[in-house]
């Protein structure tokens, strides 16, 4: 019943545009931070943002500051990642996660988190 599930991904031209979302369901998503990671094909997992559970305070890795935006909806139990300018670099397949146990605070530790299945971004002309 727990679940996160990621959607928004697909293909889009370079400078173009994308929001993805992180939806839970089987549980809520208030008390814990989020994080977006993602994985090119032959490279390992590397996180790209991180959202603490009141929000308050975001994380990003240098390659994607200034043009990725991470933000939450409690209402809806969601957190988005909005990606903007994109790059062909920036084309992989995106995940979010949860810690294990309920955690406020970036970064958290990958031991037995949750994750989604993963949403495609593909970044071509």
């Known amino acids: 019943q727990l679940q996160l599930v990621e959607s928004g991904g697909g293909l889009v031209q370079p400078g173009g545009s994308l929001r993805l979302s992180c939806a839970a369901s089987?549980?809520?998503?208030?008390?814990?931070?989020i994080g977006w990671f993602r994985q090119a094909p032959g490279k390992e997992r590397e996180g790209v943002s991180c959202i603490t559970s009141s929000g308050g305070r975001t994380n990003y890795a240098d390659s994607v500051k200034g043009r990725f935006t991470i933000s939450r909806d409690y209402a809806k139990n969601t957190v988005y990642l909005q990606m903007n300018s994109l790059k062909p670099e920036d084309t992989a397949v995106y995940y979010c996660a949860a810690p294990s146990l309920s955690s406020s605070y970036c970064p958290f530790p990958l031991t037995r988190a949750q994750w989604g299945q993963g949403t495609q971004v593909t970044v071509s002309s």
């Open positions: 089987g549980f809520t998503l208030d008390y814990y931070a």
